[in-house]
């Protein structure tokens, strides 16, 4: 199973934007559209922002955007705000839709 | 409304077993995937298998770690998943959640429930 390999921290001031990436191996995301995003802050369970590389469920604010490109896929939150400041996974599969896996996880400070 | 409670989780030494349970309500059951995610204290968030509906032939896939180990069912009189563990090892130790997936992704998300395991 690939891995997916994302920064372990970023960072942000309030208002600005920042972008989470999510590196897949070759092939990983080519022509695959599943590509899903959470939020955890902590102590709390997942909450999901993307679903399949950009949509966002009802209720999730439109600050938060996903994409992909190539190897990569991801996460981009503008207009910073003090509660975005959690855990941040990416998930996908090798293509088979069988077997899932997530990146590490990204840590959001916003300074 | 949609709620998936865990229960089940406690104090296990290595090589014991254990079975998880998550209470579903809020949505048809039987024409649901079902997967369980975990997350090891301070680590990121791992899958561990799914059961998918039963129009999609009700069967099960897991991860590499814990195939051969772990097994998914579920009682649709009952709206239960379970998560029956075997030959649990330390790694095992981890919050275990419920989850409902949908357009491939995990949209619900149960409370969880902590697995420690520990001699």
């Known amino acids: 199973q690939s891995a997916l390999t994302q920064p372990r921290s970023v960072s942000g001031s309030p208002g600005q934007s920042v972008t989470i990436s999510c590196a897949g191996t070759s092939g990983d995301f080519d022509g695959y559209k599943y590509v899903s995003w959470y939020q955890q802050h902590p102590g709390k369970a997942p909450k999901v922002l993307i679903y399949?590389?950009?949509k966002r469920p009802s209720g999730v604010p439109d600050r938060f955007s996903g994409s992909k490109s190539g190897n990569t896929a991801s996460l981009t939150i503008s207009g910073l705000q003090a509660e975005d400041e959690a855990d941040y996974y990416c998930?996908?599969?090798?293509?088979?839709?069988?077997?899932?896996?997530f990146g590490g996880g990204t840590k959001l400070t916003v300074l | 409304d949609v709620q998936l409670v865990e229960s089940g989780g406690g104090l296990v030494k290595p090589g014991e077993s254990l079975r998880l349970s998550c209470a579903a309500s809020g949505f048809t059951f039987t024409n649901a995937w079902m997967s369980w995610v975990r997350q090891a204290p301070g680590k990121g968030l791992e899958w561990v298998g799914r059961f998918n509906s039963k129009t999609d032939g009700g069967t099960t896939d897991y991860a590499a770690p814990v195939k051969d180990r772990f097994t998914i069912s579920r009682d649709a009189s009952k709206n239960t998943l379970y998560l029956q563990m075997s030959s649990l090892k330390t790694e095992d130790t981890a919050v275990y959640y419920c989850?409902?997936?949908?357009?491939?992704?995990?949209?619900?998300w149960g409370q969880g429930t902590l697995v420690t395991v520990s001699s």
């Open positions: 989850t409902w997936e949908i357009w491939g992704s995990f949209q619900y």
């Open positions: 399949e590389v950009s």
């Open positions: 998930c996908s599969s090798a293509g088979s839709y069988t077997n899932w896996v």
